[in-house]
């Protein structure tokens, strides 16, 4: 059994307009010292997934999970919400896309990472202040000794977000979320805060999760890329082969959309047009076919599943040399 499993996961909201199915029957799994990356767009339950990973969804209104999240042989749905609050922080922990909502305005700094520190482990303020500093030091805040005293509003963006990655990592997690964690950043401090994911993740070998509408965000940080849409996984493999041979329409449409892809690639692989499906009222068949250029008489009536198995994983009705050649045809040369 991987460290984390992820099986079938359902987490749906009730609301006055009807059900909202923001994860519908996701399974995934991710081991020690991996990166998963999770990319969709906005609406796609990306975030809720994480949400309910952390137990964190049952703060929103009228929420059902189902299925299980077994973390280190333990399912995390099953489990009592007091237990899964103590795992909380300690064995697995979460960076936000913005910390400024994440950390509290009045307290400093020091003062929210002692705390985080001394929730989970019995050791004096000094001793927790010690180790907030040291973290602050190791995440790449400068005069971290003096820094640890400043309040958030005091520190730029981008040191706002490593401070968070400090507070995260302070009682050493097994399992790292971090959601859109560059999202608000410009592009040289994302570089430099993907960088630090990555150093510390080989460092402390945990597992981390990053949840991004930016395939760019994953290219280089993740090991295994799974693309959501309408609460759906509808790819699964490893990073190399989605990037370099990806299967589904919609990823094409995702590849086409990043700015760091060559010029002429990105032109080929048009963006995908539309919105995001409502997740009340999902479009019958594959929820993309009312924004897929490919769709064929099927796509609009039988949903298209996701294997449960193999290395590569597409949910899409296309027979597959169908699809490589219309990838190999939008990305030849002209
Ligand atoms: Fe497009 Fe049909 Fe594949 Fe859906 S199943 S992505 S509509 S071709
Ligand atoms: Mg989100």
Redesign the pocket.
């Known amino acids: 059994m991987a460290f984390l499993d992820v099986r079938d996961l359902r987490v749906h909201f009730e609301t006055d307009d009807g059900v909202v199915r923001s994860v519908d029957g996701l399974s995934f799994s991710l081991e020690r010292g991996k990166t998963l990356g999770i990319v969709g767009e906005s609406g796609s339950g990306k975030s809720v997934t994480s949400l309910g990973i952390m137990g964190l969804h049952k703060g929103r209104s009228r929420s059902r999970i189902s299925g299980q999240i077994i973390l280190d042989g333990e399912d995390l749905v099953a489990a009592d919400p007091d237990h899964v609050r103590t795992l909380r922080g300690q064995k697995m922990a979460m960076i936000f896309q913005d910390p400024l909502s994440a950390m509290h305005p009045y307290f400093t700094i020091g003062a929210q990472i002692v705390e985080a520190y001394r929730t989970h482990n019995q050791v004096s303020k000094a001793v927790a202040r010690k180790r907030a500093v040291e973290m602050l030091d190791r995440v790449g805040i400068p005069q971290p000794d003096k820094r640890v005293d400043n309040y958030p509003h005091e520190f730029s963006g981008g040191m706002r977000q490593r401070a968070m990655i400090a507070m995260s990592l302070v009682n050493n997690p097994q399992l790292l979320i971090a959601d859109e964690p560059t999202t608000a950043l410009d592009v040289t401090v994302q570089a430099q805060i993907l960088d630090l994911i990555r150093d510390l993740q080989q460092e402390f070998g945990s597992a981390v999760i990053v949840i991004t509408h930016d395939l760019g965000v994953v290219a280089e940080l993740a090991d295994d890329i799974l693309v959501m849409y309408g609460g759906r996984a509808i790819e699964y493999g490893t990073a190399v082969d989605v990037f370099e041979a990806p299967q589904?329409?919609?990823t094409w449409g995702l590849l086409g959309s990043m700015p760091r892809l060559d010029r002429e690639l990105r032109e080929r692989l048009t963006p995908i047009k539309g919105t995001p499906p409502s997740l009340i009222n999902l479009p019958s068949g594959?929820a993309?076919?009312p924004r897929?250029p490919?769709?064929?008489d099927d796509?609009t009536t039988i949903s298209?599943l996701l294997p449960t198995q193999g290395a590569h994983r597409v949910a899409?009705?296309?027979p597959t040399a169908q699809r490589a050649a219309i990838f190999a045809d939008s990305v030849a040369p002209a």
Do not use: G
């Open positions: 589904h329409p919609y594959c993309f076919s897929c490919y769709t064929r796509c298209p899409c009705h296309l």
